[in-house]
């Protein structure tokens, strides 16, 4: 997070950068968006990239010091798990965390609270109350992971695609038909639902636990996360014209949380419980728009496919 550079008018589209030292951002452009605020304009969004800000500075502070505490609690499970300590970094790290007497617990409990020092900062600047708040600036950072993850996954895709086999680190002779046909990435970090959330699908209503333990073809593990790829599997989603349509999915994941939990029921008694940072959609002033689950309200309409088949 940089220092903005905002663009009062927020009726004009902007096109030329202010300075050389100012970076583009998906909100450079002003435009609608809808917000849990509704449909309105915003945009006119540069940021600076030859200084850091106040809240830059914090996030880094913190961001470190979570790289850290990640690290001493990747050792701590080794002594925890007996494991063998191979290089004198972490030989003395280990030392350390013995002689202080503390254990995995007490550095994950650390790290997870810079985590969620980290998002309340940029819950602040979402948040209307605060001094800084400028929502450009919490759109900002919404759209920029998002762009970030797909730009990852894109990447990894057409490297193994087109440029994966033709690598002389792996192959002695460069031949097309080494190259991946499939996309290679079928996994990435989202919020939660619990196990027995059913899922609409033309085939059957299954529940995820359902899918996990009778439909995965492969499996991946990176330790906190369980990764199932699925084949051959449609759900019913609903798009902008409010149409339902048939999607297939490509993977589910199973993985512990410790997040607050909602439970958000209708009016016929069924229920959906999910993280506190899980998007919900709903309809209010006849448009779609993705909130929270603290942000939804009493004259929100949550989408729900009653007759799908």
């Not at 980290?118 to 950072?141: C, Q």
Request: charge should be neutral; aromatic fraction near 12%; glycine fraction near 4%.
């Amino acid at each position: 997070m940089s220092e903005p550079y905002i663009i009062k008018n927020p009726k004009v589209s902007i096109e030329k950068r202010p300075g050389p030292n100012y970076i583009k951002t998906p909100v450079s452009i002003v435009r609608k968006w809808n917000t849990a605020k509704g449909n309105n304009y915003y945009g006119g969004m540069w940021y600076k990239n030859d200084n850091l800000s106040v809240p830059s500075m914090m996030v880094h502070k913190i961001y470190n010091s979570r790289l850290v505490n990640k690290y001493y609690r990747s050792i701590a499970a080794k002594i925890m798990k007996a494991q063998e300590i191979q290089s004198e970094k972490d030989k003395a790290t280990a030392e350390e965390i013995t002689t202080k007497g503390n254990n995995w617990d007490y550095y994950d409990s650390h790290q997870m609270i810079d985590k969620i020092d980290i998002n309340s900062l940029y819950g602040a600047f979402g948040n209307e109350y605060f001094h800084l708040f400028d929502i450009n600036n919490a759109i900002n950072v919404t759209l920029s992971g998002q762009h970030l993850i797909n730009f990852l996954a894109d990447s990894f895709n057409s490297y193994f695609k087109d440029e994966f086999w033709k690598d002389k680190k792996y192959f002695d002779v460069e031949d097309p038909a080494n190259a991946c046909v499939k996309d290679v990435v079928v996994a990435i970090e989202t919020d939660s639902v619990l196990g027995d959330t059913e899922i609409s699908s033309p085939d059957n209503n299954d529940t995820i636990e359902d899918i996990w333990n009778k439909r995965i073809s492969q499996w991946g593990n990176d330790g906190s996360h369980q990764y199932g790829q699925v084949e051959d599997y449609n759900v019913y989603s609903v798009n902008d014209k409010k149409e339902v349509e048939s999607k297939s999915i490509k993977y589910v994941m199973k993985h512990s949380v410790k997040k607050r939990m909602f439970k958000i029921t209708d009016k016929d008694g069924k229920s959906v419980t999910v993280t506190e940072d899980h998007s919900v959609i709903v309809e209010r002033s006849d448009k779609f728009i993705s909130v929270k689950p603290t942000e939804i309200t009493q004259n929100d309409k949550i989408i729900k496919i009653i007759n799908s088949k």
